[in-house]
């Protein structure tokens, strides 16, 4: 696939070499210029600090609030998202991760703030031109049309817009050539995620995990230079998760810039380039994932006083489960446990 951001920003083109221990599996990546680009996220001299200024943003927030009756569900005083790299946003549950994506990508409008994507203000912006300047995203439960086959629920990822219609309508044939064009991109995109075999089926006799490749790969009609991706993970089965992860290293690799939220601390430590941390509508820390999993704020954010805990590490994350089953103040084992009651449940659900 040709995605649309690479001809024009060739100034911008990584120039950094290879890292050590790649495996063969991924040796495709070895020599590509955006997986092997070292040079700093931050820009030049920054701290990596909550709203830290990036060296080459795609995304730029400014004051954007969202509230619901007495809730401030976002408050985000400065955000940049790095452009060509993979953003991780995280946080507890009711943090306002995906309100604030509904905000940026014209789903929901916020009380107050502006934010730009590749130079373009957004304020105040359709979703669907939102997704025709290149910015598309997912939903934490999929919008597959499931009476639809999954070849429809493709054209219609890059189905005409409005104006283009009635264009259509009064010269059928140019509608042809474009209806072959969307089945021959389709088709590529069903190959390139192996739902091929899938094609003529109702997308609602899916898999969970199916259906969210489903509406990635729908994601990409559009050619963006900007996907988000809300909990791709979630439901997904062990097997077909690391099909998604490469899927979305792939992505990375053509030069698209890709910001996720999950509550999946192991599929961020593995692929994120950045990690952005909201708790209660704010973004509290910032940084490569390593560092910020160790961040205070962020380990106060998710597991209150229990500090000692490495929140990328298996063998951790089940000591503190078994510290917290102990603990009267735990919400282990309630509806509030969040990111481990999450993992509990998956646990729960596989056995
Ligand atoms: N339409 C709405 N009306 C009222 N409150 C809302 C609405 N949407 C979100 N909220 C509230 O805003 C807060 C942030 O919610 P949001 O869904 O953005 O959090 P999140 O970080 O995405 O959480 P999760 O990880 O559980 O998906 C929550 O307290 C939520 O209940």
Request: with cysteine; aromatic share 6%.
């Amino acid at each position: 696939m040709t995605t649309g951001p690479h001809a024009q920003n060739d100034a911008a083109q990584p120039t950094g070499t290879a890292t050590a221990g790649e495996t063969a599996d991924y040796a495709h990546w070895a020599d590509n210029p955006y997986m092997t680009d070292v040079r700093p996220i931050v820009s030049d001299g920054a701290a990596p600090t909550p709203g830290c200024a990036k060296r080459d943003p795609i995304i730029v927030a400014d004051g954007v609030t969202r509230q619901f009756g007495a809730l401030k569900a976002v408050d985000v005083a400065h955000l940049e998202i790095p452009r060509h790299k993979i953003t991780a946003l995280i946080g507890p549950n009711g943090a306002g991760k995906t309100t604030l994506f509904n905000l940026l990508t014209g789903f929901d409008t916020p009380q107050s703030g502006r934010w730009s994507f590749d130079g373009h203000s957004l304020a105040g912006v359709a979703p669907h031109k939102v997704a025709r300047l290149g910015m598309v995203r997912t939903f934490q439960l999929t919008k597959v049309l499931g009476k639809l086959p999954v070849i429809e629920n493709m054209r219609l990822g890059g189905a005409a817009q409005p104006g283009e219609r009635i264009y259509m309508a009064l010269f059928p044939w140019l509608w042809k050539a474009r209806e072959k064009e969307l089945t021959e991109k389709a088709d590529r995109l069903l190959a390139r995620f192996k739902l091929d075999a899938k094609r003529e089926d109702y997308a609602a006799s899916m898999s969970g995990g199916q259906r969210k490749l489903l509406e990635m790969a729908r994601a990409l009609m559009t050619e963006p230079s900007l996907v988000m991706l809300d909990e791709p993970m979630a439901g997904v089965n062990p097997a077909l998760k690391q099909s998604l992860l490469d899927h979305i290293k792939d992505l990375k690799s053509e030069g698209v810039t890709v910001l996720f939220v999950e509550h999946d601390m192991h599929m961020v430590r593995h692929i994120a380039d950045w990690v952005v941390v909201m708790a209660e509508g704010r973004v509290v820390a910032e940084g490569p994932p390593d560092e910020v999993m160790k961040d205070k704020a962020v380990v106060d954010a998710y597991l209150g006083a229990h500090h000692d805990v490495d929140l990328g590490d298996s063998a951790g994350v089940a000591e503190l489960e078994a510290e917290l089953a102990e603990d009267e103040e735990s919400v282990v084992g309630t509806q509030d446990a969040g990111l481990l009651g999450e993992e509990e449940h998956e646990r729960e659900e596989k056995a």
